[in-house]
């Protein structure tokens, strides 16, 4: 099993801003939430982490040491990291979903962001069959998992809502994967 945890909460989090490469720490809650993630999973085979602090502190609450794999680092915001999500033009976001080339100023496309999570996700295909693998990441990895899970176009990101430290489940059957849960909160409702 193959299973994706976005990362607890960050200050930029809750207050709405785009923290794409920016390397923030978990507040209080986003503490509490990275405990609850590894009480619902349990230990795993193998954990993995992007390298972000946020991403990295949530891994810690497993109790056991990740593998750093910079595959699986949020989408780059280029010049509209730390913006409120509300500052980013209509147009801007009109022209990003509309084209999986478009990059923000200096930042990442959809499509180079899906083409590393894609090889990342397909490398750990084999572990995942019969081990419980976990990996611990960010928004955009994460709908980008889906997307490879689900064998769909790149522009299914913008249909899928990933929430703060969320659950989404991927079974290995054969050689291909098959998504049994996406965006699981049942573990937070005691926060």
């Known amino acids: 099993m193959l299973i994706i945890a976005r990362h607890g909460r960050t200050v930029a989090n809750a207050t709405g801003l785009l923290q794409g490469r920016v390397d923030n720490p978990l507040d209080e809650l986003g503490v509490r939430q990275a405990e609850a993630i590894a009480a ?13 602090l946020r991403a990295v502190q949530t891994a810690a609450a497993f109790g056991i040491e990740p ?24 147009t801007e ?21 899906n ?8 490398d750990l295909l084999a ?5 419980l693998v976990v990996v611990v990441c960010h ?11 689900l064998g769909v176009e790149d522009e299914v990101s913008w249909r899928l809502h990933v929430a703060q430290a ?26």
């Open 40 to 52: 619902a999973v349990g230990v795993p085979d193998r954990l993995i982490s992007s390298s972000l």
């Open 166 to 191: 969320s659950i989404s489940r991927i079974a290995i059957r054969g050689d291909r994967p098959v998504l049994t849960s996406f965006n699981e909160g049942h573990h937070l409702a005691h926060l």
């Open 67 to 90: 593998e750093i794999d910079d595959r699986w680092i949020e989408l780059d915001y280029g010049d509209w990291d730390e913006r409120p999500v509300g500052d980013v033009a209509a």
């Open 115 to 122: 083409a590393r999570v894609t090889a990342a996700s397909a």
């Open 93 to 113: 976001w009109a022209s990003w979903r509309a084209d999986p080339e478009f990059a923000p100023p200096n930042g990442e496309s959809l499509a180079e962001l």
């Open 139 to 149: 928004v955009s990895p994460i709908k980008a998992a889906m997307r490879w899970a």
């Open 127 to 131: 572990d995942a069959r019969d081990q």
